[in-house]
């Protein structure tokens, strides 16, 4: 049974930090390329960033230089680093598998004075 376990949600004020984990089970991380999406209220799902089985990364235009996606393969856990982060950035965040396309279950990201 595949399982993707998102952590670290939370709220922040503006220009705030904050470390998303998503720890997998059940597939062989290694192997599988992994993803950020976010979906915030009233908008569509947004990918958000993406990093290849070779660590190569790509990332939305909206985060560029603000958030890091990596991956530890020995914990087969993916993380999002966020950054001077901004009330756009409020939204539900999941993490995906590109092996299998499986999804968690999402943390809500609130960013907020």
């Known amino acids: 049974q595949v399982q993707l376990m998102e952590s670290g949600g939370g709220s922040v004020q503006p220009g705030g930090s904050m470390r998303l984990s998503c720890t997998a089970a059940g597939i062989i991380f290694s192997v599988s390329s992994m993803s950020w999406y976010r979906k915030a209220p009233g908008k569509e799902r947004e990918l958000v960033a993406t990093?290849?089985?070779?660590?190569?990364?790509t990332y939305a235009d909206s985060v560029k230089g603000r958030f890091t996606i990596s991956r530890d393969n020995a914990e087969s856990t993916l993380y999002l680093q966020m950054e001077n982060l901004k009330p756009e950035d409020t939204a539900v965040y999941y993490c995906?598998?590109?092996?299998?396309?499986?999804w968690g279950q999402g943390t809500q990201v609130i960013v907020s004075s």
């Open positions: 995906k598998s590109g092996l299998g396309g499986f």
């Open positions: 990093i290849s089985r070779d660590r190569t990364t």
